[in-house]
């Protein structure tokens, strides 16, 4: 069993088996309760956090910065607009921030777009939960460009309602924005929307903007960091949460 670094497993394949995971044999899916889904896109629908991961790193090294790739890692989730104040000064952000990005934007769709690949089952977790009634929504920290990209790889495309970007919003997560974007094109409230995402940020960005979360481990994020950070419910992957659903709904008859 790999062992956490602030929080993060490095390796989403090598996620550990956790004793706390949701009881599909006793516990009811607050998704089921929800007339609407906000699910995070990176680490929670398509398998992309490693490569986001590594594209920083690079992005780093080319303006001369050495920066450990796990500790990057624990930071993915955020849009670059509060992941680089992690690692640079304010100072070299007003000079380099604007390049180093532009560096790892072009980066990433040179070398990585083309190796994202969704997560098993997620085209089926989206079909059960439209035939449930749920309107489905996407907000995610990516660029609006990024995100047609990340549809195709996860087999979703023309399946979801709203779509919400870091393009729609001042901040990117851990701000509320990305969320707050999504209630107001979705016109429920807090209360009766739901978030699924893989990190922190995602359940600290939803809180903000009163917003329930069920966490996903696919990402790489423990689940003792989800939870910490105020997610109701924690699920390995989409795949465990579809099972879950389906259980439910066979239980219920």
Request: glycine share 8%; aromatic share 8%.
């Amino acid at each position: 069993m790999m062992r956490a670094v602030n929080g993060v497993l490095p390796f989403a394949s090598e996620l550990p088996c956790a004793e706390t995971l949701f009881d599909m044999n006793h516990t009811r899916p607050a998704l089921l309760d929800a007339a609407a889904v906000i699910f995070d896109v990176d680490g929670t629908l398509v398998d992309s956090v490693d490569f986001h991961a590594e594209a920083w790193q690079k992005a780093f090294a080319a303006f001369g910065f050495d920066f450990d790739v796990v500790k990057i890692r624990s930071q993915i989730g955020k849009g670059g607009d509060q992941l680089m104040p992690v690692f640079l000064d304010a100072d070299i952000l007003e000079r380099q921030g604007r390049k180093i990005e532009a560096f790892r934007q072009d980066l990433f769709e040179r070398e990585y777009f083309h190796r994202v690949v969704g997560f098993p089952h997620v085209p089926e977790l989206f079909r059960f939960l439209i035939k449930a009634g749920k309107t489905i929504a996407l907000g995610s920290s990516a660029k609006t460009a990024d995100l047609k990209v990340y549809k195709k790889a996860a087999g979703i495309e023309g399946m979801t309602t709203v779509e919400t970007t870091s393009d729609d919003a001042e901040r990117s997560k851990p701000h509320p924005d990305i969320f707050n974007a999504a209630l107001e094109r979705l016109k429920v409230p807090a209360e009766r929307a739901i978030v699924v995402g893989d990190t922190p940020f995602d359940v600290e960005a939803a809180k903000k903007a009163g917003i329930r979360t069920a966490g996903l481990l696919c990402g790489g994020f423990s689940e003792k960091s989800l939870r910490e950070a105020g997610a109701i419910e924690v699920y390995r992957d989409p795949e465990h949460l579809l099972q879950a659903l389906e259980a439910s709904q066979a239980a219920a008859g």
